[in-house]
Every structure is written in structure tokens, then in C-alpha cells.
């Protein structure tokens, strides 16, 4: 198992530096694409230079492209990143290699680490959320929790439409919790449940 994971990371690393050293010029410059089409170099520089006023923008990625410095070190730091959003995966699945083999051969995972573009790192965030959000539910310890706020939070300041997400979140939960109470009521429980009116029962 662990010599397999190491094998799936090493190739998903190798797949990621042959693009963006070798394909993704050869494909830029056929395709005319734009390597940083939201303008983050510009936002990284008034970054290092101390006059940052783009508060439009989330902050982590241009912040992130500033201590990167420049494209090629930014992407190739976003290969890393990469990576370890495979190892993330990993975790998330309980363990099982397979998940993180789909991450590493994901076509569009490598794609974008050509770019000068925060979804690579919106994902390690997304993905480390999930996992900490995963692990308080499970475990209900308070350092979690905190954990899992505090990367929702960085999640958010990388790409503030995720705010919504709490909202969405608050809804899983109250499901998860009433059909945990529902689970442990027995029979007295499943009679209430089916007296009061339920998604289930007006679609019966």
C-alpha cells in the first residue's frame, strides 16, 4: 500500500513538471493561450511593492504568487501543491490508493497547474477543509472544528463564493444530526418520525 502511494505521487510529480516544462509552452504558444489571465503577476507585484489595493480579488493567491515570484517558480510550486492534494485525497478516501491514482491521471488537475490561476490552489484548500470538516464530524474534537473553520476560512479569502458554503454545510449537518437521533430512537423513533410531515413522506 504505502510503496503504491509513493508510486502514484511520484507519477502524478513527473506528469505535472513534463507539462508545464514541456507541453504547456509548446501548447501556449500553438493555441495562443494566456498563462495568467486574471492578472496575478500584476496583483503579486503591488504586493512586493507594499501598495496592494485590489481588494476585489481573495487575497491568498496573489499572495501566494508573490512569495512564488516568478511564472515558472509559481507554476512549479503549484505542482507541489498539486501533489499534495493527492496525498490529501488519499486521506479523504479512507485510505484506498485508487482515489489518489484518479487524482494524479486527473486530466484537468494537470491542466490547470500550467496556469497562473488560483484553482490548484483553491483545491488543496478545498480538499484540506474536507478532510478536517471529515475528522470533527467523526471525532466531534474542538481542535478540529477549529481546524475545519479555520480552512474554510483561508477557502473563502481564496475565492469568496464559496461563503456560501456554511449555509450549505449547516443543512448537511442538521440532516446527518436528526438522521443520527432517528437511527438511535428505534421503533419509538421511527413512529415519530413518520408522524410529522418529511421530504419522504409527502413524496409518498
Known amino acids: 500500500m504505502k510503496r503504491n502511494l509513493i508510486l502514484c505521487?511520484?507519477?502524478?510529480?513527473?506528469?505535472r513538471v513534463?507539462?508545464?516544462?514541456?507541453?504547456?509552452?509548446?501548447?501556449?504558444?500553438?493555441?495562443?493561450?494566456?498563462e495568467d489571465g486574471d492578472r496575478y503577476e500584476d496583483i503579486a507585484q503591488t504586493i512586493r511593492d507594499g501598495h496592494w489595493t485590489d481588494v476585489v480579488i481573495g487575497p491568498v493567491y496573489p499572495l501566494f504568487v508573490a512569495v512564488a515570484g516568478a511564472p515558472?517558480?509559481?507554476?512549479?510550486?503549484?505542482?507541489?501543491?498539486?501533489?499534495?492534494?493527492?496525498?490529501?485525497?488519499?486521506?479523504?478516501?479512507?485510505?484506498?490508493?485508487?482515489?489518489?491514482?484518479?487524482?494524479?491521471?486527473?486530466?484537468?488537475?494537470i491542466w490547470r497547474v500550467g496556469f497562473v490561476n488560483k484553482e490548484t490552489v483553491l483545491t488543496f484548500l478545498f480538499v484540506a477543509y474536507a478532510c478536517a470538516q471529515v475528522a470533527a464530524l467523526r471525532?466531534?474534537?474542538h481542535w478540529q472544528w477549529i481546524a475545519?473553520?479555520?480552512?474554510?476560512?483561508?477557502?473563502?479569502?481564496?475565492?469568496?463564493?464559496?461563503?456560501?458554503?456554511?449555509?450549505?454545510?449547516?443543512?448537511?449537518?442538521?440532516?446527518?444530526?436528526?438522521?443520527?437521533?432517528?437511527g438511535r430512537g428505534g421503533t419509538g423513533g421511527s413512529v415519530a418520525a413518520t408522524s410529522f410531515p418529511s421530504p419522504r413522506n409527502k413524496a409518498a
Not at 505521487?9 to 506528469?15: C, E, S, T
Not at 508545464?20 to 493561450?33: D, G, K, N, T
Open 9 to 15: 505521487l511520484a507519477v502524478a510529480l513527473v506528469l
Open 72 to 109: 515558472m517558480r509559481v507554476k512549479l510550486a503549484q505542482v507541489l501543491v498539486d501533489v499534495l492534494t493527492g496525498l490529501l485525497v488519499f486521506h479523504l478516501a479512507r485510505g484506498r490508493v485508487l482515489a489518489a491514482w484518479l487524482w494524479a491521471l486527473y486530466p484537468f488537475a
Open 148 to 182: 475545519a473553520g479555520a480552512l474554510l476560512g483561508l477557502v473563502n479569502l481564496c475565492k469568496p463564493t464559496y461563503l456560501i458554503w456554511p449555509l450549505a454545510l449547516a443543512w448537511v449537518c442538521s440532516r446527518w444530526c436528526w438522521s443520527s437521533r432517528r
Open 18 to 34: 513534463a507539462f508545464v516544462v514541456f507541453i504547456f509552452p509548446e501548447a501556449a504558444s500553438r493555441w495562443h493561450l494566456r
Open 139 to 141: 471525532n466531534g474534537k
